[in-house]
T-cell receptor, first 113, second 111 residues
């Protein structure tokens, strides 16, 4: 049973470009969370989604960031017009229900030049 | 919101030594997870432990929910145990399991 799959593992963008990070949850999991880890810091919650619905986006920056989890396909975290401060590791987690253990992917590391 | 404090912030061990990491949290919780982030940045689930004690090889964890703390024990440490250890508990959320992470304990095991 494959774990949470994230890609790309590493992404380099220049300022002003767009970054798209993908997350495929574990089989049977319909709840997805995105977290951001800035250098030398812990993980911070960004957004919680279920299929086709954003449940809680209280941790998302108000501008340039968006997330979706379509009926078919992976969850996408999209960052428009990236800035250097967006350089971080972005982790996705999934769970089978609204409570219980979260399982994390290996993260996508974004570097903005 | 809920506060999560981990101690010690840094720990250096000689290979073979034992250690105890602590996680305090400021409010009642119904679950708690421990993670190991290895030097390559991967986040590995160690324990899902709302209460009681669990063991997995050289690692064990105990959560005393009524006293709002959890302990992670590492016995006979190995260099591969190096990395950052995080505990995480649910923050307030009407629906879902939004985890709030502590700042972590950085562990270095020397050979």
């Amino acid at each position: 049973n494959a774990g949470v799959m994230q890609n790309p593992r590493h992404l380099v963008r220049r300022r002003g470009q767009e970054a798209r990070l993908r997350c495929s949850p574990m089989k049977g999991h319909s709840h997805v969370y995105w977290y951001r880890q800035l250098p030398e810091e812990g993980l911070k919650f960004m957004v919680y989604l279920q299929k086709e619905n954003i449940i809680d986006e209280s941790g998302m920056p108000k501008e340039r960031f968006s997330a979706e989890f379509p009926k078919e396909g992976p969850s996408i975290l999209r960052i428009q017009q990236v800035v250097r401060g967006d350089s971080a590791a972005y982790f996705c987690a999934s769970s089978p229900g609204s409570t219980g253990e979260l399982f994390f992917g290996e993260g996508s590391r974004l570097t903005v030049l | 919101g809920i506060q999560v404090e981990q101690s010690p912030p840094d720990l250096i061990l000689q290979e073979g030594a034992n250690s105890t990491l602590r996680c305090n949290f400021s409010d009642s919780v119904n679950n708690l997870q421990w993670f190991h982030q290895n030097p390559w940045g991967q986040l590995i689930n160690l324990f899902y432990i709302p209460s009681g004690t669990k063991q997995n090889g050289r690692l064990s964890a105990t959560t005393v929910a009524t006293e709002r703390y959890s302990l992670l024990y590492i016995s006979s440490s190995q260099t591969t145990d190096s990395g950052v250890y995080f505990c995480a508990v649910p923050g307030f959320m009407e629906y879902g399991n939004k985890l709030v992470f502590g700042a972590g304990t950085i562990l270095r095991v020397k050979s």
